[in-house]
């Protein structure tokens, strides 16, 4: 579905015409002076980050701007209906990701840090954060220059993912009276016969702090659900201490399909708590963090519905409590700034490094008709990014789960990921991913992946394969074809997908094969860092005698990103 487009946001970006072939770009700044260290694509330092020059931080001027300036505005009446629809992000959003104040030392690492971190709030199409000279060489000021996006959407939408269309009525607005605050309100059904309806509210500073609350309500063809969760998360590299709390309630079901036929649904009721809290040491570019977290979930069990019910074991009402500790080492080596690698016309941050993660606890488990036990928990996980030259980059991800009890793994998962982005091609990305996962469960419901459209296979239905083990490859030529068209920028894409598929105890066999092209579709004033994707797919297998037609979808989002 091509959620999050709103038709108001097509009607302006489709009709703006040739006064917006070019959103007007932030007004120019003197330019700043030289970095005193090596630096970096976005200006962070190659060296150690303690070893940078730091000035003193003097002025923080702010300037801020509607989606369109004044000058496209006046020539195009959709524009001014754009910006009079928004309101323009107040200066004290901004000021509250600043952590450094006036007086205090400041590195252009610290500036590039704050503009990666406006950047990923979604509210802006564009943002500038620079350090400039002053009379003083001790003393720099710190220029902020930010131009919004469109945040509100509302209107009808109709997408098709597959063999599956489906369509909807939603309104939004992600920028409520310049405070950054989001409220949503949404319905969405497919011609599955499965819904969703809900209304939700983001306070991005609950009280004027640094801590977020999100609130949902609404209901699904299975059921009603609610959930409330605070975080107070890392917001800067050398933040220290972050925690969280949630809970919720669902009345919800699991599904399971056989070549696209739902063949059984599990219905259950969950009720969760939830809390975290972590702390983190070292420096900007090497830290280690640590934290406690403890969840709590009581779910109970309704009749399964379906053929297949009899060969699905169904727990009895269970309940559980996990408390364990969390150890995540990092050591961050770069950022990179890239336009046309997953996003087209915006700005996409991306961090080279490593990351390994350690997590170790119990799982208390109380089942109706069974002893309560403790089990021992443990999960784990590597994420390697680098970069060889300035125009390929790799990323390999690593990972699995495990819960015991006596000496026998009664739950466990492992998976792998690998990323190749190639960007030495004019006007192109070759972008290569490749995803393995294995999972299997004894006391809960039983695990079912499914392969097809969507699920990492395009040209197949969305629910054709399924299984307990899946790898996908998926291999594409992203092309800038360099056209505009009112306030969209135009891509295309070339792609071809394998993917395997089977139960535990068998093996993966041939591959599914499919080729495909598509247009991609972007825009910094209204989709920001989103894009549209049109695709045409073409099935390259039959299945069990079973052969298979093209199929189009239109979706928000590429179908695999670096992250």
Request: no cysteine; net charge negative.
């Amino acid at each position: 579905m091509l959620a999050g487009v709103g038709l108001a946001s097509l009607l302006v970006g489709a009709s703006l015409g040739p006064a917006l072939a070019f959103s007007a770009p932030l007004a120019p700044s003197p330019a700043a002076p030289a970095a005193a260290v090596a630096q970096t694509s976005d200006g962070t330092a190659d060296e150690e980050f303690e070893a940078e020059l730091s000035w003193t931080l003097g002025r923080i001027d702010i300037g801020r701007s509607n989606i369109y300036s004044q000058e496209v505005a006046d020539e195009s009446f959709l524009a001014r209906l754009a910006n009079w629809t928004h309101w323009t992000t107040r200066e004290s959003v901004i000021r509250r990701e600043i952590w450094f104040d006036e007086g205090e030392p400041v590195t252009e690492r610290l500036a590039a840090e704050l503009e990666r971190n406006l950047r990923a709030t979604g509210l802006f199409g564009e943002v500038r954060v620079r350090l400039l000279e002053t009379d003083d060489l001790a003393v720099r000021d710190l220029e902020i220059r930010t131009r919004d996006r469109l945040t509100l959407s509302g209107g009808a939408s109709v997408g098709v993912v597959g063999d599956i269309a489906s369509g909807g009525v939603s309104l939004s607005e992600s920028n409520l009276f310049g405070t950054g605050d989001r409220i949503r309100f949404g319905f969405f059904e497919n011609d599955q016969d499965e819904f969703r309806g809900s209304v939700s509210y983001r306070d991005r500073y609950f009280l004027g702090t640094w801590t977020t609350m999100n609130a949902e309500i609404g209901r699904t063809d299975d059921g009603d659900f609610a959930s409330l969760r605070f975080d107070r998360p890392f917001r800067y590299l050398e933040d220290r201490f972050g925690w969280g709390v949630s809970g919720g309630f669902a009345e919800a079901g699991r599904d399971y399909f056989f070549l696209s036929d739902r063949v059984a649904l599990i219905p259950f009721e969950d009720e969760r708590l939830a809390a975290n809290t972590v702390w983190r040491s070292g420096t900007p570019s090497k830290f280690v963090t640590g934290g406690i977290t403890t969840s709590y979930l009581d779910r109970r069990y309704g009749a399964g519905i379906g053929p297949a019910v009899p060969t699905i074991r169904i727990p009895g009402d269970t309940r559980t409590l996990f408390v364990g500790g969390t150890f995540r080492w990092t050591s961050i080596s770069d950022f990179r700034k890239a336009r046309g690698f997953d996003t087209i016309d915006f700005v996409q941050d991306i961090q080279l490094g490593t990351t390994a993660r350690v997590e170790l606890g119990g799982t208390y488990r109380d089942e109706i008709g069974f002893d309560e036990v403790v089990q021992p928990t443990g999960s784990g996980a590597v994420d390697l990014s680098f970069g060889l030259g300035e125009h390929r980059l790799f990323r390999a991800a690593a990972g699995g789960a495990v819960r015991l009890e006596g000496e026998e793994a009664v739950g466990w998962s492992i998976n792998g990921d690998l990323r190749a982005y190639d960007t030495s091609y004019w006007r192109q990305t070759i972008a290569l991913a490749t995803r393995y996962i294995e999972a299997e469960e004894t006391q809960d419901l039983p695990v079912q992946f499914l392969l097809g459209e969507g699920n990492g296979l395009r040209g197949y239905p969305r629910r054709e394969f399924t299984g307990e083990r899946v790898l996908t490859i998926n291999l594409e030529d992203r092309i800038d074809l360099g056209v505009r068209v009112g306030s969209f920028e135009l891509g295309a894409a070339v792609f071809t997908d394998f993917g395997w598929i089977a139960d535990r105890d068998e093996s993966l066999g041939r591959p599914l094969r499919s080729v495909g092209i598509g247009l991609r579709i972007g825009s910094d004033s209204l989709l920001g860092a989103g894009i549209g994707r049109v695709d045409l797919s073409f099935p390259l297998d039959d299945f069990e005698g079973n052969t298979y037609d093209p199929l189009f979808s239109v979706s928000l989002g590429q179908a695999f990103t670096f992250r």
